[in-house]
């Protein structure tokens, strides 16, 4: 509940020191328009003649009740509440301290309208627990303006680790939606675990919209945690699949390199191979060492790489596929960095040369090997 959640964030600020009963009691006070002759009679709800120490507790820890709400409402009054903030010798330390207490459930609040925001907060607060339907709109468009955050910057990922399918247990919902035309676009909601843990990517999941909506009405803390195994299951299998490519790259691209290192002149002999497709690749006229040399590693070693990485893959021990993907990747990444063709082609004989600790002259024949199987730099022709 707003309300009460908000007054727990600030009690620390407004009257550190205030035992609850008072500390309610102050609250109740800043908050209503109490005419002097009410006071300490029952018409004045902050008075003992209307709640109890006992009953104040228990509205603070569990809930504020409707009565209550309904007669603060009835005599609120907003200025008498911002002075208060204001005028009870607060620092600039405390008053900020209010504000960042109250960040969780509001934006732009700063020290100098924390008095105005706070009242607001507070309001709203009571005004949802005299009429809880205000309370259900407010979740809603909170959690779905989080979920639109959220997909901007995690979406994707979150849609691969779900399969495009709800994370929800039970629940089979695909996260797609396909038009006439076969386009497919992402259908989804980002739903956050756990509400106290911030909104990181270990404590998110994709869900779909019936999902979401249930879920961030209500939901029981076992449905919290079988849903917590469901990502945590995603995200081991994301971590498997992230260390299996990783070793797959390693060992295929090693063994190749080392294939070269260990390679006999004579067995090249026979194996001459017509680069035609370079000169659409790689600009002349600009560089001009770069064309040749590729054209002269591919001419000479195309054919014997090309053999190599077809026996390892027929022994299993090279993923073909996975490696041609993973070049290309980096080929792409470089490239949208605006780097120019040579910086690319070095920067990518420098990372198999980390990979696999070979000299660099070896890793040069292989991202050769690569330029005219198309996997790096494409066609300038076009
Ligand atoms: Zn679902």
Not at 2 to 20: Q, T
Not at 308 to 335: F, G, H, P, V, W
Request: charged residues 25%; neutral net charge; aromatic residues 8%.
């Amino acid at each position: 509940m707003l309300f009460n959640e908000v007054i727990h964030a600030v009690r620390p600020y407004l009257m550190k020191d205030a035992d609850v009963p008072n500390f309610m009691r102050n609250l109740i006070q800043m908050l209503c328009n109490i005419p002097e002759d009410e006071w300490y009679t029952k018409r004045d709800p902050s008075s003992e003649e209307s709640y109890k120490d006992g009953s104040l507790r228990k509205f603070y820890t569990k809930q504020l009740s409707k009565k209550l709400a309904k007669k603060i409402l009835s005599r609120l009054t907003r200025d008498n509440f911002i002075e208060s903030i204001y005028s009870c010798n607060r620092s600039d330390v405390v008053l900020d301290g209010l504000a960042q207490a109250i960040t969780p459930f509001t934006e732009g609040v700063t020290k100098d309208n924390v008095g105005e925001v706070l009242f607001d907060l507070l309001k709203r607060g009571l005004e949802e627990l005299v009429d809880p339907a205000l309370e259900i709109t407010r979740q809603k468009e909170e959690a779905q303006y989080k979920s639109n955050l959220l997909k901007g910057k995690y979406g994707s990922g979150l849609l691969e680790d779900c399969n495009n399918t709800c994370s929800m247990p039970g629940c089979s919902h695909h996260l797609q939606k396909f038009a006439d035309n076969g386009i497919s676009t992402p259908d989804y909601e980002v739903l956050i675990i756990n509400e106290r843990k911030g909104a990181s990517f270990s404590n998110i999941c994709a869900v779909c919209h019936d999902c979401f909506e249930k879920y961030i009405l209500k939901h029981s803390a076992s449905e919290r945690k079988e849903l917590q195994a469901v990502k945590d299951l995603q995200t081991g299998t994301r971590e498997a699949r992230k260390t299996l490519s990783e070793i797959n790259i390693d060992k295929g691209i090693e063994m190749v390199v080392e294939s070269l290192v260990n390679l006999k002149p004579s067995t090249l002999s026979s194996l001459n191979y017509e680069p035609t497709f370079i000169a659409n690749k790689i600009d002349e006229s600009k560089n001009l060492f770069l064309a040749d040399t590729v054209k002269l590693y591919v001419t000479k070693y195309f054919f014997y790489i090309k053999q190599t990485m077809q026996n390892l893959s027929r022994q299993k021990q090279y993923s073909d596929e996975l490696i041609r993907a993973e070049i290309k990747t980096i080929y792409n990444r470089l490239e949208a960095k605006g780097l120019s063709q040579l910086e690319i082609y070095e920067s990518m004989s420098k990372q198999i040369h980390n990979l696999t600790k070979q000299e660099l002259i070896y890793c040069n024949i292989v991202i050769c090997y690569f330029i005219q199987s198309c996997e790096v730099f494409h066609d300038i022709t076009k």
